[in-house]
């Protein structure tokens, strides 16, 4: 029988698939994406027909040395990549590389594609396979030369006007734009005072409240009362001619229809469990692939859920076919539909899909599995199931009731209202949660009223309001917002908040995001002079035409021709923008102490503040928040409740912490450092009392039930247990962690000690040396040879990339020699040695298109020489 190889990304898939499929079948993991674009200029050509350089990925090589091995053993070799673009392109890549190294003769490959990890989806995948889709390795493609031809071209432009580190992407600027424009029309609000007016009273020993909706014939709109002087005009107005009674003028009923959401998709699975769970949208992904990919469930290793990567939200016929009969069998004929519950795809930009997220078996009841899984698996799961369960459920019905009354004269109407479930449908089995919204389905009680019925007022007031501003997004939020506006895809949005929050462009503080002042900058800076390319429209066509290319509708090639001819005209012409126009913003007020200049808003090293542009000879300043920038040394945020003592703000050598009263003799008194992400304007009362209540007690470990903390040190945020301490990451909150995540995070393998380098960001282009990461005495720094350079914000210790590296390695370089000769003290270069073998492939477009024409010439923009 002939021997097959069988190729997966992840090794946790390959153990599942081996017992499928038998000692016939090899089965091995590529962990991933196995090539990625050189990191230098000129990766993506767009003079050359755009043509793609790709180079092996160092962390992989081992992984493909492996799979080309036993390719020679093997007959038939099945790609069983992702279902998706990105799977294609992997199973895509990994047949160039095989063909390059001249392994596949008398080889069959062929491409696997299956949604579930299931025997039988397995089995049948492999008895059908099919050639790779050239349309989905195109758009993937795609997608790539235009996420770096933003990034290469935008990401050196902010060094330059803005500070060293930023970055910009093609949806991860406007995913910031809608972070800041919330946050601009915070700013901009003015809230508004109101008064709504009610009176409480109870018949047959049931309370209730009415509000007041029409006075003297008039209909009420928000702020008619709008003062406490006409609340009380109307209130005394009511008393003197009501003669505390009201009459019943007006009874309504009605039915109201409740039906259930669809099965998941990757967008609503993300938002349902932040809310629902309080995950983030990165550790939702990571416990639904786990799911996928297979858990032991007492002697088989089977997927619980269907691919978690997907815009449908449809279910296939056998799915329904059995959702349906579980639920007659377990809830009874009156919880079924006569027909089955289609729903419509609802996704600005649906990619290819197969069907939703749901479980293999719907026979496998979170009850029958919780056994198996650890807390996060088990909580997602169950949520999973319900909400495919419900979605083929009959809808609750509840029965409404408006009673209208009259107090002193039929002009003043006053409306109760109430509601009873009284068939309960899919609430049966499960309960969408909201974000930012009332739910409008809780049980309300009224009595029971009929025309005429007199009662009388126990009570007649009013209640003053306060208009408030739009709420900041919160994960959940965000989420909805990206696919509403088809800025990106659902699989990348965890990615997108997770890029933002490591930039430092936004924090997540009380689970909403807020901005920062360098993401306020960056943004304004890109909205004003790049406005075109973070538009939501823009970025959502561009999407549309990915999907375009991907059902072979477009050529991918003149999607980037057209993309890049302006772009690249842009960049050139923004050059030229100072950099006091991008950090400065004037203000419509003149300096209090030289009254010659008007101040301006600027970018500082600790934020925002607003200053005199006479400096040196006028030096006012003030922060923001318009106290003294004189005394922004210390600054006093307010009373800690618990011991009555001031909290004082204040700098130290390690940056900016709080301090909780006076030293007291030899008591010190209590100090916690301000973490990073918090910028010291930000701090206030409440921010205050979350950072003294550090360390936060998060309960007995489950293995010897000493305690688990979380607190933050002079390092950040982290977790300990037992004298053992890890890092909590960036995107993840020291308030919010729970107690599983900590025992998680303290399971994680420590990076290897000593001081060695904390991670090769890859080879120097120029002779293929290593380019390292190092943590200094004085701060983390890059090293190339004998080149050391220094990172110029320390938070670029988990983000810096290998062409950052090359950029500061290059500027120091150029510092430290003589121009036209060689450093003092250096020693004539030796011969070189022979190249190494080359790993980088130059890749024309996949399918040979017509050439383009060369109107215009843009050249991508280079990084700086060393001088």
Same mark, same amino acid.
């Given at each position: 029988m002939a021997s097959?190889?069988l190729?997966v990304e992840?090794p946790s898939?390959?153990?599942?698939?081996?017992k499928?499929?038998?000692?016939?079948?090899?089965?091995l993991a590529?962990y991933g994406?196995?090539?990625d674009?050189?990191p230098?200029?000129g990766?993506v050509?767009?003079?050359?027909n755009f043509?793609m350089?790709?180079?092996?990925?160092?962390?992989n090589?081992?992984?493909v040395?492996?799979?080309?091995?036993?390719?020679?053993?093997?007959?038939?070799?099945l790609?069983?990549t992702?279902?998706d673009r990105?799977?294609?392109?992997?199973?895509?890549?990994?047949?160039?590389i095989?063909k390059?190294?001249?392994?596949l003769?008398?080889?069959?490959m062929?491409?696997v594609?299956f949604?579930?990890?299931?025997?039988?989806?397995?089995?049948?995948?492999?008895k059908?396979?099919?050639?790779i889709s050239?349309?989905?390795?195109?758009?993937q493609?795609a997608r790539?030369?235009l996420?770096?031809l933003?990034?290469?071209?935008?990401s050196?432009?902010?060094?330059?006007?803005i500070?060293?580190?930023?970055s910009a992407g093609?949806v991860?600027?406007?995913?910031?734009r809608?972070?800041?424009?919330r946050?601009?029309e915070?700013?901009?609000?003015?809230?508004q005072?109101y008064?709504s007016?009610?009176?409480?009273s109870?018949k047959?020993r049931l309370?209730?409240?009415?509000r007041?909706t029409?006075?003297?014939?008039d209909?009420?709109d928000?702020f008619?009362?709008?003062?406490a002087?006409r609340n009380e005009e109307?209130i005394?107005?009511?008393?003197?001619?009501g003669h505390g009674?009201?009459?019943v003028?007006?009874v309504e009923?009605?039915r109201?229809?409740?039906?259930p959401?669809?099965p998941?998709t990757?967008?609503?699975?993300?938002q349902?469990?932040v809310?629902?769970?309080?995950f983030s949208?990165?550790r939702?992904?990571?416990?639904?692939?786990s799911?996928?990919e297979?858990?032991?469930?007492?002697?088989?290793?089977?997927g619980?859920?269907?691919?978690?990567?997907?815009?449908s939200v449809?279910l296939?016929?056998?799915?329904?076919t059995d959702?349906?009969?579980f639920i007659?069998?377990?809830y009874?004929p009156?919880?079924?539909p006569k027909a089955?519950?289609?729903?419509a795809?609802?996704?600005?930009?649906?990619?290819?899909?197969h069907e939703?997220i749901?479980?293999?078996?719907?026979?496998?009841?979170p009850?029958?599995?919780a056994?198996f899984l650890n807390?996060e698996?088990r909580k997602?799961?169950?949520?999973i199931?319900?909400?495919a369960v419900s979605?083929?459920m009959?809808?609750?019905?509840f029965?409404t009731?408006a009673?209208d009354?009259?107090?002193?004269?039929d002009?003043?109407?006053?409306r109760?209202?109430g509601?009873?479930?009284?068939?309960?449908g899919?609430?049966?089995?499960?309960?969408?949660?909201?974000d930012d919204?009332a739910?409008?389905d809780e049980?309300?009680r009224?009595p029971?009223?009929?025309?005429?019925d007199?009662?009388?007022i126990?009570?007649?007031?009013?209640?003053q309001?306060f208009t408030?501003?739009p709420?900041?997004?919160?994960?959940a939020?965000?989420?909805?917002?990206l696919?509403?506006?088809g800025i990106?895809?659902?699989?990348t949005?965890?990615?997108?908040?997770?890029?933002?929050?490591?930039?430092?462009?936004?924090i997540?503080?009380?689970?909403r995001?807020t901005p920062?002042?360098v993401?306020?900058?960056?943004n304004?800076?890109?909205?004003e002079?790049?406005?075109?390319?973070v538009d939501?429209?823009f970025t959502?066509k561009?999407e549309?035409?990915?999907d375009?290319?991907?059902?072979g @509708?477009? /050529?991918?090639?003149?999607? *980037?021709?057209?993309?890049?001819?302006?772009?690249s005209? %842009? #960049?050139? !012409?923004k $050059?030229s923008?100072?950099?006091?126009?991008?950090?400065?913003?004037e203000?419509?007020?003149v300096?209090p102490?030289?009254g010659?200049h008007?101040?301006?808003?600027r970018l500082?090293r600790r934020?925002?503040f607003?200053?005199?542009?006479?400096?040196?000879?006028?030096d006012?300043?003030r922060?923001?928040?318009g106290?003294?920038?004189?005394?922004?040394?210390?600054?006093?945020i307010?009373?800690d409740? @618990?011991? /009555?003592?001031?909290?004082? *703000?204040?700098?130290?050598?390690?940056?900016?912490?709080? %301090? #909780?009263g !006076?030293m $007291?003799?030899?008591k010190?008194p209590?100090r916690?450092?301000?973490p990073?992400?918090?910028?010291p304007?930000?701090?206030n009362l409440?921010?205050a009392l979350?950072?003294i209540?550090l360390?936060?007690?998060?309960?007995?470990?489950p293995e010897?039930?000493?305690?688990?903390?979380?607190n933050?040190g002079?390092?950040?945020?982290?977790v300990s247990h037992?004298?053992?301490f890890?890092s909590i990451?960036k995107?993840?909150?020291?308030?919010?962690?729970a107690?599983e995540?900590?025992v998680a995070?303290?399971?994680?393998p420590?990076a290897a000690?000593?001081?060695?380098a904390?991670?090769?960001l890859g080879k120097?282009p120029?002779?293929?040396?290593a380019?390292s990461l190092?943590?200094?005495k004085?701060?983390p720094?890059v090293?190339?040879?004998?080149?050391n350079?220094t990172?110029p914000?320390?938070?670029?210790?988990?983000?810096?990339?290998?062409e950052e590296?090359i950029?500061l390695l290059?500027?120091k370089?150029g510092?430290g020699?003589?121009?036209?000769g060689?450093?003092?003290?250096a020693?004539?270069a030796?011969p070189?040695?022979?190249?190494?073998?080359?790993?980088?492939?130059v890749e024309?477009?996949?399918v040979?298109?017509p050439?383009?024409?060369?109107k215009v010439?843009p050249?991508?923009?280079?990084l700086?020489k060393?001088a």
């Open positions: 097959h190889l190729i992840s898939k390959a153990k599942t698939l081996k499928y499929l038998g000692k016939d079948y090899e089965i590529s994406h196995v090539r674009l050189v230098k200029t990766a050509d767009p003079d050359d043509r350089t790709y180079e092996l990925i160092d962390r090589s081992k992984h040395d492996s799979i080309t091995k036993a390719v020679k053993n093997a007959d038939i070799i790609l069983a992702d279902p990105e799977g294609e392109a992997i199973a895509w890549h990994l047949s160039e095989l390059s190294r001249k392994v003769k008398d080889k069959k062929k491409r594609v949604y579930e990890i299931t025997e039988g989806a397995v089995v049948d995948a492999v059908n396979p099919r050639a050239m349309d989905l390795v195109n758009a493609q790539r030369a996420d770096y933003v990034g290469f071209n935008l050196p432009l902010l060094w330059k006007k500070r060293r580190g930023l093609r991860q600027s406007p995913a910031l809608l972070i800041c424009e946050e601009n915070i700013d901009a609000f003015k809230s005072e008064w007016i009610h009176f409480d109870e047959d309370a209730f409240t009415a007041l029409h006075f003297e014939g209909k009420l928000q008619a009362v709008g003062d002087k109307v005394s107005f009511l008393e003197k001619h009674s009201a009459r003028r007006e009923k009605k109201k229809l409740k039906s959401a669809a998941f990757t967008s609503t699975l993300q349902e469990a809310r629902k769970l309080g949208t990165d939702a992904m990571k416990v639904a692939q799911l996928y297979g858990v032991n469930i007492g002697r088989t290793v089977t619980l859920i269907t691919y978690m990567r997907t815009d449809t296939s016929k056998e799915a329904m959702i349906r009969g007659t069998k377990n009874g009156e919880f079924l089955p519950v289609f729903y795809n609802k996704t600005k930009n649906a990619q290819e899909a939703a749901r479980p293999t078996s719907i026979s496998r009841t009850e029958s599995v056994a807390d698996q997602l799961y169950e949520m199931w319900k909400r979605s083929q009959m809808p609750a019905q029965d009731v009673v009354f009259t107090v002193g004269g002009g003043n109407v006053f109760a209202t509601q009873t479930m009284i068939f309960a899919f609430y049966k089995v499960y309960h969408e949660d909201e919204s739910a409008d049980e309300k009224l029971q009223f009929k025309e005429g007199t009662v009388s126990n009570k007649l007031y009013g209640e309001h408030q501003p709420p900041r997004y919160s994960e939020s965000l989420v909805k917002a696919e509403q506006y990106g895809r659902p699989s949005y965890a990615s997108i908040i997770s890029t933002l929050q490591k930039r430092e462009y936004v997540l503080d009380k689970k995001f920062t002042d993401g306020r900058v960056v304004k800076f890109l909205s002079h790049f406005a075109h390319w939501y429209e959502a561009l549309d035409e990915l375009d290319i991907s059902n @509708k477009e /050529e991918w090639i003149p999607v *980037l021709e057209r993309f890049w001819k302006d772009f005209k %842009q #960049v050139g !012409e $050059e923008v100072s950099r006091k126009e991008v950090t400065q913003e203000m419509d007020e300096c102490k030289c010659k008007k101040l301006t808003l500082g934020g925002r607003i200053g005199c542009p006479g400096y040196p000879e006028c006012y300043t922060n923001v928040d106290s003294d920038g004189a005394s922004a040394e210390k600054r006093e307010g009373i409740p @618990k011991t /009555e003592k001031v909290i004082q *703000l204040l700098f130290g050598p390690f940056g900016p912490y709080l %301090q #909780v !006076e $007291e003799g030899e010190k209590k916690v450092s301000v990073k992400n918090i910028l304007d930000n701090v409440d921010i979350m950072l209540a360390p936060r007690d998060l309960g007995p470990h010897d039930s000493k305690k688990v903390y979380a933050i002079r390092f950040g945020p982290y037992d004298g053992q890890k990451p995107d993840e909150s020291v308030f919010d962690i107690l995540r900590a995070l303290l399971k994680e420590k000690g000593g001081r060695g904390l991670k090769v120097h120029e002779d293929g040396q380019v190092y943590a200094g004085y701060g720094y090293k190339h040879g004998k080149v350079a990172l914000d320390e938070g670029m210790i988990k983000t810096v990339t290998l590296a950029e290059a500027a370089a510092r020699g003589k121009k036209g060689k450093a003092k003290g020693k004539a030796k070189a040695k022979a190249a190494p073998k080359a790993k980088a492939v024309a477009p996949a040979t298109k050439k383009m024409k060369k010439k050249k991508a923009a280079k700086k060393a």
